[in-house]
């Protein structure tokens, strides 16, 4: 009887075979054996080398005699050796087994290890969770929660390291694997950071889990944010912005750049950069460009966008972007128009110029006053003791020359920004008569000057050096206008009434002008006229058709007309001569009568015996000054500079009645030597003189007690009418 080895573990096997045996023995010995107690045929198969105990056990147990006793011997020695082999058999597939085991342990082990070391060592963070709690979290997921040790997380729950808006949604999400997430997640400290989230799920041991892989892309994020936000700065950028390859051809272009080149951005990719400002790739200043910028160095310089009056001036500056070799491989260009910056540059650079030849005006326009002075005073002095009609003719011609030099000198004072226009009622007509001499020789001899001046004008209340520039900006104009051939020039005046449409189609007027009667001044040419373009620009400060540095032009003329609420008219045509007409409100009153009013007062006083103290540093001026104050009654004291004057004022504490005072001196200027006179005698009366005007000149004096000013240069009549109302009082 052969028996196969059965699957099972060698106690179960050692059970089997002894059922087995003893179903053998009872089917083959039913009839003799029946007799034989279980119990010892079963503690016998225990016992190793039983069968003679086993046989003689069976033979003490039997009752009566059998056939086959002769033969039973055998049998159970056969069916022992047999039990014996699949015991042995059995011994051994049991201990492969239990070798089989082992080795897959060891192996289930040894992998374990391997993929707990591939867990530690990946940057990712990598966690297991069931039930909503940690249960494995790797180094890298440790770290980015900010734990010291992964026994910090273990067990706690898995939204509490989800930011809390949306903890909820998320974890569902991770519960169900639905693709890749990005979610702000929290660190122990509570702080936050930015995480990629894979999940899927697995069965552990019978227990559903999720397996969660982290990636902190906090600078990721923050890199696109960077990214969009330079591109939006790009985008939105007022300065032209391209970016070029290494050979200078446009990649992108933000908006202002296809403003600046009219066009749109799509229009300039693909272009070459040089080629926007009119320049080719093989231009000298192109090349210059290439070349700095292929040594990895930036260029800057100017270029011209356009031609004409429509040209434009760019700023440029090229940078190159190098790779991770150092080579070019892009190009930033950056275009900025700066043309109304250089034209503002320029009208600044211009308007310092004229600054500076102001402040030159101003400083000559002082000492001429100061030698006026001089001149007039003593030509009065001498006109009132002159006898002779030749002589006293020549007087006057010398004192109406230094009143116009005078006048001249306050236009040069108000030009440098340290004088004050005077506005007095005057004729028009008899202005321009007066100017006659000088017209005729101020303008071409090949040009005739014709007037037709109306009379019994009503006056105009206007600065007298103003309108005297005006009238001869607008004949000179109206001569060189003949480009040297023969002409004539007209000046007319006239009056009339302008409502308020005839005001509003003037050429340069503004709102001050109000309807009512003007005085009109035209000064009309047969000159080369002018075209629409000239006369757009005429006004314009600093343009002129004439050589550059002629001066202010007409932008001065109509600032003067504007100032004194007037209006200009224009008419002219290419080759038909030009008409300007000046429009000026009319005065109430007649020249004649307001004349008469403003000669009312400056009467010559008996002031006969006052003592008068003349301090300036130019002997000069005391001495005419002296020379006047004696002339007409005075005693006079004379002082050097302002120590001089106070040593005067203490030693004639009471004896001197008023004070003409200089500003400039040296040693002690006007300023000081007022208030140390005022120390002295809070009561003196103190007239400060000066060739500047009475604002700029009295700046420092307001509020400080001063009796009055007189403007350098003066006559005798100016200065005894300024005493007159100074100690007519007593």
């Known amino acids: 009887m052969k028996l196969r080895m059965p699957d099972f573990d060698s106690d179960h096997a050692a059970t089997i075979s002894r059922a087995l045996v003893e179903n053998a023995l009872r089917m083959r010995s039913m009839a003799f054996l029946s007799q034989v107690k279980m119990s010892l045929m079963l503690d016998t198969l225990k016992s190793d080398g039983g069968s003679l105990s086993y046989m003689r056990k069976i033979k003490n147990s039997v009752s009566g005699n059998f056939d086959d006793w002769v033969t039973l011997p055998v049998k159970i020695s056969e069916e ?52 909503g709690c940690w249960r494995y979290l790797n180094p890298a997921a440790v770290a980015m929660f900010g734990a010291s040790d992964e026994r910090r997380l273990i067990d706690t729950a898995v939204i509490d390291r989800l930011c809390p808006e949306n903890a909820a949604l998320l974890a569902g999400q991770m519960e169900m694997s639905k693709g890749v997430f990005e979610e702000r997640l929290l660190r122990l400290d509570g702080s936050e950071f930015w995480g990629e989230l894979r999940s899927c799920q ?21 890199s696109a944010e960077r990214i969009h936000l330079l591109h939006a700065a790009i985008m939105q950028s007022d300065e032209s912005v391209m970016i070029l390859d290494a050979a200078g051809v446009v990649e992108l272009a933000n908006p202002a750049a296809a403003r600046l080149f009219d066009c749109t951005p799509e229009q300039l990719a693909g272009r070459m950069a040089a080629a926007l400002c009119g320049g080719e ?58 043309t109304e910056e250089r034209r503002r540059l320029d009208r600044m650079e211009h308007v310092q110029r004229l600054e500076s030849l102001g402040v030159l005006a101003g400083g000559i326009a002082h000492d001429l006053n100061n030698l006026l002075t001089v001149i007039m005073g003593h030509t009065a002095v001498a006109r009132t003791g002159a006898s002779d009609n030749v002589v006293l003719e020549s007087l006057q011609v010398i ?24 506005v007095r009622p005057l004729d028009l007509s008899e202005l321009v008569l007066d100017m006659v001499r000088l017209l005729e020789i101020s303008i071409a001899k090949n040009v005739q000057l014709r007037y037709e001046l109306a009379t ?24 060189e206008s003949m480009d040297g051939g023969n002409g004539e020039v007209v000046v007319a005046t006239g009056e009339a009434t302008l409502e308020g449409k005839a005001l509003q189609e003037m050429d340069g007027g503004d709102d001050t002008a109000l309807p009512g009667r003007y005085i009109w001044l035209e000064v009309r040419d047969n000159g080369c006229g002018m075209d629409a373009v000239t006369r757009q620009r005429l006004f314009e400060p600093f343009f002129t058709t004439k050589f550059t540095g002629r001066g202010l032009g007409m932008s001065a003329t109509l600032g003067i007309v504007r100032g004194h609420r007037g209006v200009i008219r224009i ?25 008469a009013q403003a000669e009312e007062v400056g009467l010559r006083p008996e002031l006969h015996g006052r003592s008068i103290l003349v301090v300036d540093d130019e002997e000069a001026i005391r001495s005419v000054a002296a020379l006047m104050l004696e002339h007409a009654g005075f005693r006079v004291w004379q002082a050097a500079d302002g ?81 007159h109302e100074i100690m007519g009082d007593g």
């Open 80 to 131: 022992a050796r047999e039990l014996q082999q699949i015991t042995l058999t059995m011994e051994r597939r049991r201990e492969e087994l239990r070798s089989f085991l082992a080795e897959q342990t060891q192996a289930l082990r040894k992998s374990e290890s391997r993929f707990r070391q591939l867990f530690d060592l990946i940057p990712d963070g990598v966690g297991v969770y069931r039930h």
């Open 281 to 338: 790739s093989g231009k000298a200043l192109c090349d210059r460009i290439d070349e700095c910028v292929q040594n990895g160095q930036s260029w800057n310089g100017e270029l011209t966008l356009g031609e004409g009056e429509d040209a434009r001036m760019i700023a440029r500056r090229v940078s190159p972007v190098l790779d991770a070799h150092g080579r070019v491989c892009h190009q930033i260009v950056v275009d900025r128009d700066i």
């Open 643 to 723: 120590m001089e004057a106070i040593a005067q004022l203490e030693a004639h504490r009471d004896d001197i009645d008023c004070v003409l005072l200089d500003m400039t001196m040296p040693r002690m200027g006007g300023e000081e030597a007022f208030g140390e006179m005022r120390r002295i005698r809070p009561d003196i009366r103190v007239v400060l003189c000066s060739g500047y005007d009475q604002e700029t000149a009295t700046l420092h004096f307001t509020g400080k007690g001063l009796a009055g000013f007189l403007q350098k240069p003066f006559t005798p009549a100016q200065l005894i009418a300024r005493l």
């Open 399 to 422: 004192e109406a020359t230094g009143q116009r030099a005078a006048e001249l000198c306050n236009q040069m004072l108000a030009y440098s920004g340290k004088g004050q226009f005077v």
């Open 456 to 479: 019994a004008l009503p006056a105009v209340e206007v600065d007298l050096s103003q309108i005297r520039q005006v009238i001869m900006n607008l004949v000179i104009n109206a001569s």
């Open 202 to 222: 697995f069965d552990d041991q019978g227990t559903p889990s999720v397996l969660l892989v982290m990636r902190d892309i906090t600078r990721r994020k923050q």
């Open 571 to 595: 008419s002219s045509l290419p080759g038909q001569g030009t008409t300007f007409r000046v429009w000026l409100p009319a005065a109430a009153a007649s020249a004649e009568k307001l004349a």
